[in-house]
């Protein structure tokens, strides 16, 4: 909805959306999410070797002969 202020500034008024904030009970152990975190490397890491390498230079590239 379009809004006039007082100075003749025209503004868009958009209604605040209802935020449902999910809410964490209980207890957080620091080895639960230092396990995360190392199982996440190791994924990261096995799919970074399974990439081919990315091309940074702007130079044709010597990985790929593009």
Same mark, same amino acid.
């Given at each position: %909805?379009?809004? $006039?202020?007082?100075?003749? &500034?025209?503004?868009?008024? %958009? *209604?605040?959306?209802?935020? #449902?904030?999910? $809410?964490? !009970?209980? &207890? #957080?152990? #620091?080895? /639960? ?10 994924? !990261? ?6 990439? *081919?390498?990315?091309? !940074? !230079?702007? /130079?044709?590239? =010597?990985? =790929?002969?593009?």
């Amino acid at each position: %909805m379009l809004a $006039q202020e007082s100075d003749g &500034q025209i503004s868009l008024v %958009m *209604p605040e959306a209802e935020s #449902i904030e999910k $809410q964490i !009970t209980g &207890q #957080i152990n #620091i080895e /639960d999410i230092l396990a995360e975190w190392e199982r996440k490397k190791k994924k !990261t890491s096995k799919e970074r070797r399974r990439s *081919p390498p990315a091309c !940074t !230079t702007a /130079d044709r590239c =010597h990985v =790929h002969g593009i």
